[in-house]
């Protein structure tokens, strides 16, 4: 996996208009995905993903190493090509509604060497409003400040990122989609290799979020606790297995299901694509 730098992972803030109200939002689709296909060198990564996410819900996606998981948000934002299928947030193809998109990556694929220091990380989600060429002001280093603070290290804004710890690098990523104030944010393992008390916090945030109707939709990968932390679930492996709201979802059945079967989903998958590239 290729390194990238914090300022590369600018996703996309609101620029401006009126938004919906938190309840009209909870009553609508904030992702829906159509016939969505990636692969790699004619092999499916992803295959026919259908998927409708309802806004205001914590949202789990859960599935094995290799299932698709964070290739299916990288197509969802258009970051890497798809074979085929529709992306629409809240209503509106992707590439008109971003703006209402927020990305919090993988914390393994930053260059956490990058010489930039923690607000300096935060204020990258303000660039989109301010535009590249405009300077940075007091006013958006104090909003960057008070993310810092609300997710518990405001003392470390001055702090050079590869000096922080592992949660305290996630914590800065998460500061810096707070301030994108985005309605639908999607987050590649944000709960990874952190600390009792960073996981904690990460989940009082989220759900401080879905309180103010937004929506987040995070890969997952502690079965355990997948029932105590999200509403929703999506159990991928290539394909949607089951999605729903998670005390109908997050079955024994579905499990053995996403997680016992991937050889024999793989070759379904690769056979239907050469069946598809035969008849084109």
């Known amino acids: 996996m290729n390194s990238v730098t914090p300022s590369d992972i600018v996703a996309d803030a609101p620029i401006s208009g009126d938004r919906s109200s938190a309840q009209a939002q909870t009553n609508s689709i904030a992702l829906k995905v159509d016939?969505?296909?990636?692969?790699?060198h004619r092999k499916p990564v992803i295959w026919d993903v259908e998927l409708e996410i309802p806004a205001?819900?914590?949202v789990g996606i859960v599935g094995p190493n290799g299932a698709g998981k964070s290739t299916l948000l990288k197509a969802v934002m258009d970051l890497i090509p798809r074979a085929s299928g529709r992306?629409?947030?809240?209503?509106?193809?992707?590439?008109?509604s971003r703006g209402r998109v927020g990305y919090v990556p993988q914390r393994e694929s930053v260059d956490w060497d990058f010489p930039v220091d923690?607000?300096?990380?935060?204020t990258m989600g303000l660039y989109r409003r301010l535009g590249w060429c405009m300077p940075v002001r007091k006013k958006h280093r104090d909003i960057a400040r008070d993310a810092l603070a609300r997710v518990g290290i405001a003392d470390l804004a001055n702090r050079q990122i590869s000096q922080l710890s592992g949660g305290q690098q996630q914590r800065t990523f998460l500061a810096r989609a707070l301030v994108q104030d985005a309605d639908l944010y999607l987050m590649d393992e944000p709960l990874a290799a952190v600390d009792a008390a960073t996981e904690a916090a990460i989940i009082d945030l989220l759900r401080q979020m879905r309180a103010d109707g937004k929506t987040a939709v995070v890969i997952h990968h502690d079965l355990q606790s997948v029932p105590d932390y999200f509403d929703y679930v999506v159990l991928l492996n290539m394909r949607v297995v089951a999605a729903g709201k998670t005390e109908d979802v997050f079955t024994s059945e579905n499990l053995q299901k996403t997680y016992g079967g991937r050889l024999?989903?793989?070759?379904e998958a690769t056979e239907a694509m050469r069946r598809r590239e035969r008849s084109i």
């Open 56 to 58: 205001g819900n914590l």
């Open 264 to 267: 024999t989903l793989l070759d």
């Open 87 to 96: 992306v629409e947030v809240f209503g509106e193809p992707y590439a008109k």
């Open 118 to 122: 923690a607000l300096d990380v935060v």
């Open 35 to 40: 016939d969505l296909t990636v692969a790699y």
